[in-house]
């Protein structure tokens, strides 16, 4: 069964890091667009940051430049979201997810992305 399942969520402190990590099983994510979304309680899900196929592209969120960086190894078919200096309003559900029909353009909208993780829990509070 083809599946993403993303890992590394957790409670933090304001300023902490954590490393979150999407990894595919039963399918290859390798050749595609892929993105990590957010969702805050009461909040719409919101792009957070994307990466083409080979690495060499990506897009951010303002609200995470310069703190948050995506990265990809797609010898072990895995996405990652390096967070550093981490707030309280970074606190959501995190998802990842890929656009199947593209390889190198990164959107940064819900509706271009068909294939979704179930999302882990990043809280940060102190």
């Known amino acids: 069964q083809e599946q993403v399942v993303e890992s590394g969520g957790g409670l933090v402190q304001p300023g902490g890091s954590l490393r979150l990590s999407c990894a595919a099983s039963?399918?290859?994510?390798?050749?595609?667009?892929m993105a990590w979304f957010r969702q805050a309680p009461g909040k719409e899900r919101e792009f957070v940051a994307g990466?083409?196929?080979?690495?060499?592209?990506?897009k951010y969120a303002n609200s995470v430049k310069g703190r948050f960086t995506i990265s990809r190894d797609n010898a072990k078919n895995t996405l990652y979201l390096q967070m550093n200096s981490l707030k309280p309003e970074d606190t959501a559900v995190y998802y990842c997810?890929?656009?199947?029909?593209?390889?190198?353009?990164?959107?940064?909208?819900?509706?271009?992305?068909?294939?979704w993780g179930q999302g882990t829990q990043v809280t940060v509070s102190s």
């Open positions: 997810a890929a656009d199947r029909d593209r390889r190198t353009v990164v959107g940064t909208t819900l509706l271009e992305y068909d294939y």
């Open positions: 039963g399918r290859t994510l390798s050749t595609y667009v």
């Open positions: 990466i083409n196929w080979t690495g060499g592209t990506t």
